[in-house]
């Protein structure tokens, strides 16, 4: 069965039905949410080599528009899942790979501390922060907007390095890790469903082989993954605020709204 037709199948059987819900009602679209996993949606962008749909950005933008047609909320968590996963299977271990193939788990950003605004300038203390102690590592941060907060099975985390010196550091942070709160009524910029809210670490352990990359090369990831996945699927007003969050992010120049951004 090709994506197209596994699409429309979950389009009219599952999605539709549940926008009313998510869109009135401001409910998680579970049900949706679950039904792109069994369609082999949440894995279609995943390496074909872990057991993935071997898709691109084009194919996978495609999806977000149709599904953001017919439910909103669905559309953000998947699109932010899409981003996340851009990291997740060049970085990731392979039972994680095979897991997102397989659509048995949801991710989702974590990019944005809470007091960056658009201009990328954080209030005082807001960075995310990491400390690490032998082999364990203790994130501490306040991340705002974030979709699907409390219903994702993983954060794509940012802090600061290790070394705390400028830059960042990406981690996969696990949404049953003792030490992260989510307020009972999400907080945030998002469609109405789409659990978009705070995500809050104070501070949350995770093993030291949860970063995602090099420590201090998040930016870099970021600006060529995570940046040209969302400007492909815009939603008013988040790309540009995750490029004017990491804008300030060790000096590095982010290009603005309607700049060429780097491709994958």
């Not at 279609?44 to 898709?55: D, K, Y």
């Not at 670490?201 to 996945?229: E, K, R």
Request: net charge neutral; with cysteine; charged share 20%.
């Amino acid at each position: 069965m090709s994506y197209r037709t596994a699409l429309a199948h979950v389009m009219s059987s599952v999605i539709g039905p549940c926008a009313e819900q998510a869109g009135r009602r401001a409910r998680f679209p579970r049900a949706a949410v679950s039904a792109l996993g069994h369609a082999g949606l949440l894995g279609l962008t995943v390496s074909a080599e872990a057991g993935g749909g071997g898709r691109g950005l084009t194919e996978a933008a495609e999806v977000v528009r149709e599904v953001s047609r017919a439910c909103p909320a669905t559309g953000a968590v998947l699109r932010s899942h899409y981003a996340a996963v851009a990291v997740l299977d060049p970085y990731g271990s392979p039972w994680l790979r095979r897991r997102i193939a397989a659509g048995e788990h949801l991710s989702t950003l974590a990019l944005t501390d809470a007091g960056e605004g658009a201009a990328g300038a954080p209030a005082p203390g807001t960075r995310s922060t990491a400390a690490r102690t032998g082999e364990v590592v203790a994130l501490s941060a306040r991340k705002r907007d974030v979709v699907g907060a409390g219903e994702a099975d993983s954060y794509l985390w940012s802090s600061r390095p290790v070394d705390g010196h400028e830059g960042m550091t990406l981690w996969l942070v696990p949404a049953d890790a003792a030490g992260l709160f989510v307020p009972a009524r999400p907080d945030g910029e998002g469609p109405r469903g789409s659990a978009t809210s705070t995500v809050c670490a104070d501070p949350v352990l995770v093993p030291a082989g949860a970063m995602l990359g090099p420590n201090g090369g998040g930016l870099d990831i970021v600006l060529g993954s995570v940046l040209p996945w969302l400007a492909a699927t815009p939603v008013a007003g988040r790309a540009e605020d995750l490029a004017g969050a990491v804008r300030g992010r060790g000096g590095a120049a982010v290009p603005a709204a309607g700049d060429r951004l780097p491709a994958l």
